[in-house]
């Protein structure tokens, strides 16, 4: 498959991926608060935010310059999933700290697999 094609489903993918985790963060916030020991409004903010990355995402897709569009998401998602496995050694239990930990998996591997998507 050729890199542009590729990039523009992984960004299509992505925002997907996005939009279903803010929307479960949206619709979870009080179990989500409770389990990471935060004030609610951190996973409802959380979720708006995702939401709102996922339509980027998905507008970003169909951009003339998808190379520039795929390394900025690429880039933007290693900070996230570092930022995320960081948190994760600080969260208050272990099924705080394996979720964080599988979702900071999740977006490393997107990243991953954009900068392969601009290798191609």
Known sequence: MPGE????????????????AGLIALAAFAPLARLLDTPRAVPLAAGAATVVWAAVLLRSADRADWRITVAAVAAANTLAAASIATLSAFAPGTAARLLLAAVAVEVAVFAASQVYALRR
């Open 5 to 20: 094609l590729l990039g523009r489903r992984l960004l299509r993918l992505d925002a997907a991926y996005c939009a279903g």
